[in-house]
T-cell receptor, first 113, second 118 residues
Framework: GNSVTQMEGPVTLSEEAFLTINCTYT??????LFWYVQYPGEGLQLLLK?????DKGSNKGFEATYRKETTSFHLEKGSVQVSDSAVYFC????????????FGGGTRVLVKP | GAVVSQHPSWVICKSGTSVKIECRSL??????MFWYRQFPKQSLMLMAT?????????EQGVEKDKFLINHASLTLSTLTVTSAHPEDSSFYIC??????????????FGPGTRLTVL
């Protein structure tokens, strides 16, 4: 089956620090990969995505590269802000858009001023 | 961007009663909606996939007679938790699929509904 594994949190950082959240996956088929973010009290929002190997998704200073050889999609940001405090979910989908998303366990990130 | 709303955002009910949760796509039509359940500090678990005008497809282990899903229009899906018990207490999240084809369509998520069963 399909599964997503991401590092457990919480991850506590100081403002302007470098953030990495590891995400690895197993999939039956060729997946599309996603990072979603859930800010306190809000619903999940798509942060970025990549649909094929070596693609790089980027948004709001965050980046993740689809690495097929290591089945990974690590999220990075060079300089975090307090406003980046949230829960981040890695997810995959195999096949068409109507197919389900499989989520990782989520990583809580807390950025302190 | 596309907005998905849920109502209510928070509900408390007595054991044995039924609770209905609404999920609406506000500015787009969604032929497919998804219902998830999220336990504290855990990930989202898909409960069912709902297609407008047809019966929902439930994930393994989800009781379809307990979690009734109706997707009667392109902008509204409802989840009814029947004869709720304390173990049904959870955070229920819906998402709606914007677009009709291709692997690049995006799921937009509602803010969630917290259900507490006493």
């Amino acid at each position: 089956g399909n599964s997503v594994t991401q590092m457990e949190g919480p991850v506590t950082l100081s403002e302007e620090a470098f953030l990495t959240i590891n995400c690895t996956y197993t999939a039956t088929g060729y997946p599309s990969l996603f990072w979603y973010v859930q800010y306190p009290g809000e619903g999940l929002q798509l942060l970025l995505k990549a649909t094929k190997a070596d693609d790089k998704g980027s948004n709001k200073g965050f980046e993740a590269t689809y690495r097929k050889e290591t089945t990974s999609f690590h999220l990075e940001k060079g300089s975090v802000q307090v406003s980046d405090s949230a829960v981040y979910f890695c997810a995959l989908r195999v096949g068409a858009a109507g197919n389900k998303l499989t989520f990782g366990g989520g990583t809580r990130v807390l950025v302190k001023p | 961007g596309a907005v998905v709303s849920q109502h209510p955002s928070w509900v408390i009910c007595k054991s044995g009663t039924s609770v209905k949760i609404e999920c609406r796509s506000l500015d787009f039509q969604a032929t497919t909606m998804f219902w998830y359940r999220q336990f504290p500090k855990q990930s989202l678990m898909l409960m069912a996939t709902s297609n407008e005008g047809s019966k929902a497809t439930y994930e393994q282990g989800v009781e379809k007679d307990k979690f009734l899903i109706n997707h009667a229009s392109l902008t509204l899906s409802t989840l009814t938790v029947t004869s709720a018990h304390p173990e049904d207490s959870s955070f229920y999240i819906c998402s709606a699929l914007a677009g009709t084809s291709g692997a690049t369509d995006t799921q937009y998520f509602g803010p969630g509904t917290r259900l507490t069963v006493l």
